[in-house]
């Protein structure tokens, strides 16, 4: 694990704000830094994987407006052959499994509800294995983990 600093940490803000700013423009908003600096730091962060650099998709700006949270509930001897098998599908941008009242919830990504509720009864619920569907709609998200900041409790105290 390697130490991240305040820099580090302001460096990968500026990132998740706009991942294409340069490192001279990033050295100027943070001050006191050189651009060589910056660079270095930005390869050492994604070379231990603490960051990445790449382009999101929009949902919304083509067109599948609808995102939903769908928890499922499956035969557990099934249930890593079924969460490998959604997370195939386009149409899902997040699975993970897990304990608690449902084994695998993923986030689904539709241009309207009809498409959703195809989407669960037509193909999750057509999976040999799954027990139990339940459709969560999301109409706003506040925070999204693709655009997460490092925490502070993670940089180390000089």
């Given at each position: 694990?390697?130490?991240?600093?305040?820099?580090?940490?302001?460096?990968?803000?500026?990132?998740?704000?706009?991942?294409?700013?340069?490192?001279?423009?990033?050295?100027?908003?943070?001050?006191?830094?050189?651009?060589?600096?910056?660079r270095y730091r930005i390869n050492r962060l994604i070379k231990n994987r603490i960051i990445s650099v790449r382009g999101n998709v929009n949902a919304v700006a083509l067109g599948m407006v609808v995102c939903a949270d769908v928890f499922i509930e499956v035969e557990l001897s099934r249930l890593v052959d079924i969460a490998n098998l959604l997370a195939s599908y386009e149409s899902v941008s997040y699975i993970a499994y897990a304990t608690g009242d449902t084994d695998i919830s993923i986030q689904v990504y539709a241009r309207n509800n009809s498409d959703v509720f195809d989407f669960v009864t037509e193909v999750i619920g057509q999976i040999p294995g799954v027990r139990k569907t339940h459709i969560s709609y999301v109409p706003n998200k506040l925070k999204d983990d693709q655009v997460w900041p490092i925490p502070s409790s993670a940089i180390t105290k000089s």
């Open positions: 694990m390697i130490k991240i600093d305040l820099i580090d940490k302001k460096i990968s803000d500026l990132l998740l704000e706009d991942g294409r700013m340069s490192c001279a423009r990033i050295a100027a908003r943070i001050g006191g830094i050189s651009e060589r600096a910056v």
